[in-house]
């Protein structure tokens, strides 16, 4: 069985691939912290909620009588807040901050653990609902 064939294995995988991605490029800012005129670069975080939009388009509430009521579909507006910020540079023009650069490889690895363990969890749920029971006696 391909567990990648599951949405929420596949969707845990590719927050899995970003966050190993995203490592790469933090451990590469790190590296150059002292490279004159380097930029400090980090990656764009998957869009999820536009899978999710995309996943409930297709989705519909089921009636099976004439008295049930449709499903509305519609969800609450979401506000975004953008901050712009400047960020330090150096006399040689190296825009490299160390503090938020480990700051976010922490976070990443924080995230990363959280995924496993999501992963972990939806395997041993797969595996007792395959096995009939979970544990029961």
Do not use: C
Not at 53 to 71: P, V, W, Y
Not at 98 to 124: D, F, I, P, W
């Amino acid at each position: 069985m391909d567990l990648t064939q599951l949405k929420v294995f596949n969707m845990l995988t590719t927050r899995m691939n970003w966050l190993n991605e995203r490592q790469r490029v933090l451990a590469q800012n790190i590296a150059n912290a002292d490279t004159p005129d380097y930029v400090a670069r980090d990656l764009a975080p998957p869009d999820f909620k536009a899978a999710l939009r995309r996943t409930e388009a297709r989705l519909g509430m089921a009636t099976t009588s004439g008295a049930h009521m449709a499903g509305g579909g519609g969800s609450a507006p979401t506000t975004a807040k953008t901050e712009k910020r400047e960020f330090e540079t150096t006399p040689t023009g190296n825009g490299v901050v160390l503090e938020e650069e480990l700051m976010k490889v922490a976070e990443s690895r924080g995230e990363y653990e959280l995924m496993v363990n999501l992963y972990t969890k939806q395997v041993g749920m797969l595996k007792a609902a395959i096995s009939g029971g979970g544990g029961r006696r």
